[in-house]
């Protein structure tokens, strides 16, 4: 017995104009004319914020912030913060008006989601690292967002090929620095002895 085809097919999806291949105008606009959104998911630290801040002083307001046509944000709410924090009074936007409101909605996730599924490549992110070290700045090295310990220590363990292995002198401080190197290396940490994973014995501690 054969289906019939209408059956197998999904509903047509209405859909606005793409926006593939449009112009976009970036428009400076004050800052007090932006509207956060208040249902955005994303949760930003005062550390991150000012880290923020630090590149844009150091590089420039060079990312665009995304509103749509009331001046809600959609991309960049971090960006806004850290130019407040700065005090400036105009940024640069780019207003989405090509795109519906369960687009615009999905798209605030897409933004912050989609980067979080990449990974470092560690070798040339520590040969990267070398190379800038090296070279004499006219900015602290820390305002791309890792720390001098992290940096020194990528570069080393690169140079060396060596494997870090943490001292439990305190778990909290053990269980940050192997969460932290999960984030960064996109790789699982396993307990040498038990063979079990990281989250695993995490989750089991946290359950008590």
């Not at 105009?90 to 409101?101: A, F, G, K, N, Q």
């Not at 090296?134 to 220590?153: P, R, T």
């Not at 080393?156 to 932290?180: H, K, M, Q």
Request: glycine share 6%; with cysteine; aromatic share 6%.
């Amino acid at each position: 017995m054969v289906a019939h085809s209408r059956s197998l097919r999904q509903k047509p999806v209405a859909t606005r104009r793409s926006g593939i291949g449009r112009s976009l105008s970036v428009v400076d606009r004050p800052v007090t004319d932006l509207r956060p959104d208040p249902n955005n998911p994303r949760v930003r630290s005062r550390k991150q914020i000012r880290q923020i801040a630090r590149s844009i002083e150091t590089f420039g307001f060079n990312l665009p912030v995304l509103i749509d046509a009331q001046g809600r944000l959609i991309a960049g709410h971090g960006r806004v913060l850290a130019a407040q924090l700065l005090r400036m009074t105009h940024v640069p936007t780019i207003e989405l008006d090509h795109l519906s409101e369960a687009q615009l909605r999905a798209f605030t996730i897409a933004d912050n989601r989609l980067t979080e599924n990449s990974i470092w490549n560690e070798k040339l992110l520590a040969e990267q690292l070398k190379q800038l070290s090296a070279l004499e700045l006219d900015f602290n090295l820390e305002v791309i967002g890792f720390e001098v310990a992290e940096i020194d220590l990528m570069i080393a363990a690169e140079r060396t090929g060596r494997t870090c292995f943490g001292i439990e002198l305190s778990p909290v401080y053990v269980d940050t620095t192997i969460s932290r190197w999960e984030t960064f290396t996109g790789q699982h940490a396993v307990n040498e002895s038990s063979g079990r994973a990281f989250n695993e014995i995490e989750q089991e501690m946290t359950n008590g």
